[in-house]
């Protein structure tokens, strides 16, 4: 709001027009909690706007209260750093990364779901592991889950990784796996897909628009049941070796969409068009 309003502000008094990059999940999961006062300043944030970016189709449908002028950019993802990187098969991993401070960001990343879901199929699989990577003070609550379930040696967790450390566990995974219940957008998707894994994502607006057959599943929210069928069909098809997940096209789907280069030409684009 604070950083709108001075845009606003600057572009009145300057005549340089502004341009709004909206990310925030308040739009998907607190829209009905704005103030009066504050909704009038986004309101006219946006619509003085020579153009409003967000990062997915869904997220666009949100925002159409405010503006109609809306363009759709993803996220970037550096390809430099997240690439296709071969590796020895020993155990199938399936990976899921996410920070884990406070109890709702559990629950908004379906934590939950995701150790209910392994543990109906963990046991059908048993040379097949879930990597946690994640720290924070919830971390406790995801061990406990697995205690319940009976499946401490079915899952491993890392705690707290660096970038770095992220960039190899989606190379050493099989498939990267997050039922969220909410994303704008969910770049931490697109990252494992640029390190040419298969994932497993729900359609809460963010995913839909990059998740295809020939990269991965999408399944519906709050779905238990239809998680563990992902999970099924996701390993049975890794240990096929079947074709539908070919890591080259994968990563090459991401470097066309969302690499520096990708993003760059579409923002260079709009601002062109402004700027002439």
């Known amino acids: 709001v604070w950083a ?26 607190h829209k009905n909690e704005i103030s009066n006062v504050n909704n009038a300043v986004i309101t006219k944030v946006f619509q003085k706007a020579a153009k409003v970016i967000c990062v997915s189709r869904a997220f666009a449908k949100l925002l159409e209260d405010y503006t109609s002028n809306i363009e759709v950019i993803g996220n970037v ?6 690439q296709v990187k071969e590796r020895d098969k020993e155990e199938l991993r399936l990976l899921t990364v996410c920070y884990m401070e406070e109890e709702a960001q559990l629950y908004k990343k379906g934590m939950d779901i ?11 699989y048993p040379q097949a592991k879930l990597i946690i990577g994640g720290g924070g003070k919830s971390l406790e609550k995801v061990v406990e889950w697995t ?14 990784l660096t970038r770095q450390q992220v960039v190899e566990q989606m190379q050493m995974c099989d498939c990267f796996v997050l039922p969220s219940r909410y994303e704008t957008f969910g770049v ?11 994932v497993i994502a729900v359609a809460n ?26 999970l099924d069909k996701m390993i049975t098809a890794i ?3 079947d074709a539908t997940y070919q890591p080259e096209r994968i990563a090459a789907y991401v470097e066309e ?16 068009i402004i700027y002439y």
């Not at 309003?5 to 999940?25: D, G, M, N, Q, W």
């Not at 993802?77 to 997240?82: I, K, T």
């Not at 319940?148 to 707290?160: D, H, M, R, S, W």
């Open 4 to 29: 709108g309003y001075a845009a606003r502000k600057l572009s009145e008094k300057t005549k340089i027009p502004y341009v709004v990059t909206e990310h925030a999940t308040l739009f998907q999961l």
């Open 77 to 82: 993802v550096d390809c430099e750093q997240f």
């Open 114 to 124: 995701l150790i209910k879901a392994w543990a109906k199929i963990s046991a059908k």
């Open 147 to 160: 205690r319940k379930y009976q499946i401490t040696e079915k899952v491993e967790f890392l705690g707290a």
């Open 188 to 198: 931490v998707y697109i990252e494992a897909m640029a390190c040419g894994k298969p």
């Open 205 to 230: 607006g963010g995913p839909d628009d990059f998740v295809h057959e020939f990269n991965g599943i999408l399944i519906q929210p709050e779905q238990e049941e239809e998680l563990v069928q992902a």
């Open 239 to 241: 240990k096929k070796k």
């Open 257 to 272: 969409k969302f690499s520096y280069r990708a993003i760059a030409e579409q923002l260079e684009n709009i601002f062109g």
